[in-house]
């Protein structure tokens, strides 16, 4: 069974990422707008008819703006914890397909079988996912991490032995600091309910390389305090002894995993 792992697009403007097995695929997050949505997806080489379940990580709207619209025309499961569902719960389009879950669940759906975990952020209930896909006796898993203030055993526990990771590495600590965003929001960002910085990003990515991890993607970056270079080069640096094949998601574009 053909395997797609891949961020339709991922930034503060929008985020969404793409897993694919054979003919189904499952949406993490389904930021932007429905219109980006569809043309990403068909970008992946999936129809939006073939989504069979959309998982949020948390209710922030870089993360579910695409919903209202795609889901009247793509009407779905949406599983999401309960906690952060008020933010669709007013949305026609969208009340009647939410599944409500804890914090900490599982739910397969087709040959994907989807385990949450939690992740400290400034949201209700923000999660993180891991993904166990069936192919037969075959297991692939790939780990789901963005929008995380610091390095938790859960989330350790959640992305180890995953074959694929997609992981936050938010910002550059000195162009944040140096940057023109106003104290506040610096202190947000930097808080352990904020976002993870390209460092405490390299130092999990080797952690996971040493237990196996195979492919690591890093997402999430911000626009005015980080670049794809300095992202890319941290994580490499800390993970070059390792055989692991490492990329960036890009804001706007299609980005391959797998």
Same mark, same amino acid.
């Given at each position: 069974?053909?395997?797609?792992? *891949?961020?339709?697009?991922? $930034?503060?403007?929008?985020?969404?990422?793409?897993?694919?097995?054979?003919?189904? *695929?499952?949406?993490?997050?389904?930021?932007?707008?429905?219109?980006?949505? *569809?043309?990403?997806?068909?970008?992946? $080489?999936?129809?939006?008819?073939?989504?069979?379940?959309?998982?949020?990580?948390?209710?922030?709207?870089? %993360?579910?703006?695409? /919903?209202?619209?795609?889901?009247?025309?793509?009407?779905?499961?949406? %599983?999401?914890?309960?906690? *952060? =569902?008020?933010?669709?719960?007013?949305?026609?389009? =969208?009340?009647?397909?939410?599944? #409500?879950?804890?914090?900490?669940?599982?739910?397969?759906?087709? @040959?994907?079988?989807?385990?949450?975990? @939690?992740?400290?952020?400034?949201? &209700?209930?923000?999660?993180?996912?891991?993904?166990?896909?069936?192919?037969?006796?075959?297991?692939?898993?790939?780990?789901? !991490?963005?929008?995380?203030?610091?390095?938790?055993?859960?989330? #350790?526990?959640?992305?180890?032995?995953?074959? +694929?990771?997609?992981?936050?590495?938010?910002?550059?600590?000195?162009?944040?600091?140096?940057?023109?965003?106003?104290?506040?929001?610096?202190? &947000?960002?930097?808080? #352990?309910?904020? %976002? /993870?910085?390209? @460092?405490?990003?390299?130092?999990?990515? =080797? &952690?996971?390389?040493?237990? $196996?991890?195979?492919?690591?993607?890093? +997402?999430?970056?911000?626009?005015?305090?980080?670049?794809?270079?300095?992202?890319?080069?941290?994580?490499?640096? +800390?993970? !070059?002894?390792?055989?692991?094949?490492?990329?960036?998601?890009? @804001?706007?574009?299609?980005?391959?995993?797998?």
């Amino acid at each position: 069974m053909k395997l797609h792992i *891949c961020s339709l697009y991922s $930034g503060s403007s929008g985020n969404s990422f793409l897993i694919g097995a054979g003919e189904d *695929c499952i949406l993490i997050d389904a930021g932007k707008n429905a219109k980006r949505l *569809c043309a990403a997806i068909r970008a992946c $080489g999936y129809a939006p008819e073939q989504v069979r379940a959309v998982f949020v990580t948390h209710e922030h709207s870089d %993360h579910i703006s695409a /919903l209202p619209i795609f889901l009247k025309k793509y009407p779905v499961p949406v %599983h999401i914890a309960a906690a *952060c =569902a008020y933010r669709l719960e007013a949305r026609e389009t =969208a009340e009647p397909l939410l599944v #409500r879950h804890p914090p900490l669940y599982t739910e397969t759906v087709g @040959p994907f079988t989807v385990t949450s975990f @939690p992740t400290p952020h400034d949201s &209700r209930a923000s999660v993180g996912y891991r993904v166990e896909i069936a192919d037969g006796e075959r297991r692939y898993r790939v780990g789901y !991490a963005t929008d995380i203030g610091y390095v938790t055993p859960e989330i #350790r526990e959640g992305l180890s032995d995953c074959q +694929a990771v997609i992981l936050e590495s938010n910002h550059d600590p000195e162009m944040l600091e140096n940057g023109s965003y106003p104290e506040e929001l610096k202190r &947000r960002i930097r808080s #352990r309910r904020g %976002h /993870l910085s390209n @460092p405490e990003c390299a130092v999990l990515a =080797a &952690r996971l390389a040493a237990c $196996g991890a195979e492919r690591i993607m890093l +997402a999430h970056l911000s626009r005015e305090n980080n670049t794809p270079n300095a992202a890319y080069g941290e994580t490499l640096g +800390a993970v !070059a002894n390792e055989a692991v094949t490492l990329c960036v998601a890009d @804001p706007e574009e299609v980005t391959f995993l797998l």
